[in-house]
């Protein structure tokens, strides 16, 4: 089992960045595709990106490709999305999970643990 816990939200102007961080709990991290979703007032939680278990591979939805990037330091236990040029429809809560799968998907249902997630506002 895994715990992760985000951290780097807050405030920020319309085209500005913000890094997000995921620290996790456990020696298994490596072990672990991870995911990270977001979801706005009234919506449904919706796929970022997500970066598989070495690094290597990273996928993005198309709302964010070519502004936000993943990272992953597996020595670190620790997974970052770095978000650039911001849209005031970024707005939402960001939450980063743990999937056993070798490359999930964008389905929430392949991924085993989550995060209690961060707030990020972006302002007009």
């Given at each position: ?8 939200g ?10 997000l ?12 595709a991870?995911?990270?979703f977001?979801?706005?007032p009234?919506?449904?939680r919706?796929?970022v ?13 198309t ?7 993943i990272?992953?330091d597996?020595?670190k236990?620790?997974v970052?999305l770095q978000?650039s040029?911001l ?17 999930p ?17 972006v302002?007009?």
């Amino acid at each position: 089992q895994v715990q992760l816990v985000e951290s780097g939200g807050g405030l920020v102007q319309t085209g500005g960045s913000l890094r997000l961080s995921c620290a996790a709990s456990g020696r298994t991290f490596s072990s672990y595709a991870m995911g990270w979703f977001r979801q706005a007032p009234g919506k449904e939680r919706e796929f970022v990106g997500r970066i598989s278990r070495s690094g290597d591979i990273t996928v993005f939805a198309t709302a964010v490709k070519g502004r936000f990037t993943i990272s992953r330091d597996n020595a670190k236990n620790t997974v970052y999305l770095q978000m650039s040029s911001l849209k005031p429809e970024d707005t939402a809560v960001y939450y980063c999970a743990a999937s056993t799968y070798f490359l999930p998907g964008q389905d929430n249902r392949e991924y085993d643990y989550w995060g209690q997630g961060t707030q990020v506002t972006v302002s007009s």
